[in-house]
């Protein structure tokens, strides 16, 4: 049986270079589009497994991090396309 933490280790280098090689593959060149959905495969990853029962204090500060640059990445984005 494999531990938890093995299997959330494989299951998100397994989507971060699916989504990088398909990044890639399409000729993609901004860093935030490979960054945003780095941070997407860690969340589906972690929502799947759930390998870390409790949450010590640098992992909260790991959440509160990554969740803040996608929020930035996204807001960023947001504003491109409405023009503002």
Excluded: C, Q, W
């Excluded at 699916?18 to 990044?23: E, G, K, P, Y």
């Excluded at 640098?58 to 504003?79: C, D, Y």
């Amino acid at each position: 049986m494999i531990a938890k933490s093995n299997l959330f280790l494989i299951i998100y280098v397994s989507l971060t270079t699916a989504f990088n090689s398909t990044l890639l593959f399409l000729g993609e060149d901004r860093v935030d589009a490979y960054v945003a959905l780095n941070i997407l495969s860690f969340y589906i990853s972690y929502a799947l497994l759930r390998p870390f029962p409790r949450l010590n204090l640098a992992l909260k500060l790991l959440h509160a991090t990554l969740l803040g640059l996608f929020t930035l990445i996204v807001a960023f984005r947001v504003l491109e396309v409405i023009g503002a």
